[in-house]
């Protein structure tokens, strides 16, 4: 038995198109799948540095903010302070600050009580000069405190001091 090949094609019209055809699709799905990753605006971390950390007594400290730039509004952090055995409270804002400034955070821990003292009430950020008064320590621990972005879902890099111990 002899095989025999036929030379047939499709002709070049129908080739030409079907060419432009797969350039297309092919154009369409790399389209999709570019606007698919860039779909949503990437929000900066930010960073910043306290400008001290210090113990009040033996159940207290006092953690006073640098700069945060950049500025982030007060809803968008939440305070972690956790002790040195892994212990963790988590401290927020609540819905609605005072005019003076003044305010209790909401804490995770009923024991645990934060105020924080805004120098400019007006700004509704955390400046230079800002701070944190915590009370419900435990005596001569140390604690280590961050500070968590929301919108980017990550943890500012803060400079200088980042831990204290209270007093004995």
């Keep these: 038995m002899k095989l025999t ?8 019209v129908i080739a030409t198109i079907l060419m432009v055809a797969i350039t297309v699709v ?26 001290d950390m210090a113990p009040l007594t033996n159940h207290s400290a006092k953690i006073t903010f640098g700069t945060i730039e950049p500025t982030p509004e007060l809803m968008d952090l939440k305070i972690i ?3 040195e055995h892994g212990l963790m409270f ?10 003076d400034g003044n305010v209790t955070l909401n804490s995770d821990d ?9 120098t400019n009430p007006a700004g509704g950020y955390i400046g230079g000069g800002d701070y944190m008064e915590i009370y419900g320590l435990d005596v001569f621990t140390y604690y280590y405190v961050q500070i968590f972005h929301y919108p980017s879902d990550s943890i500012v890099q803060m400079a ?9």
């Design 110 to 118: 009923s024991s645990f009580r934060v105020y924080y003292h805004d």
């Design 5 to 12: 090949w036929k030379e047939e094609a499709v002709s070049p």
């Design 160 to 168: 200088g001091k980042t831990s204290f111990q209270t007093i004995p």
């Design 90 to 99: 988590n401290v927020s804002w609540p819905s609605a600050l005072l005019e």
């Design 81 to 83: 302070i956790t002790d």
């Design 26 to 51: 092919l154009a369409a799905v790399l389209y999709v799948m570019v606007i698919g990753m860039g779909g949503s605006a990437v929000v900066q971390t930010p960073v910043g540095n306290w400008q």
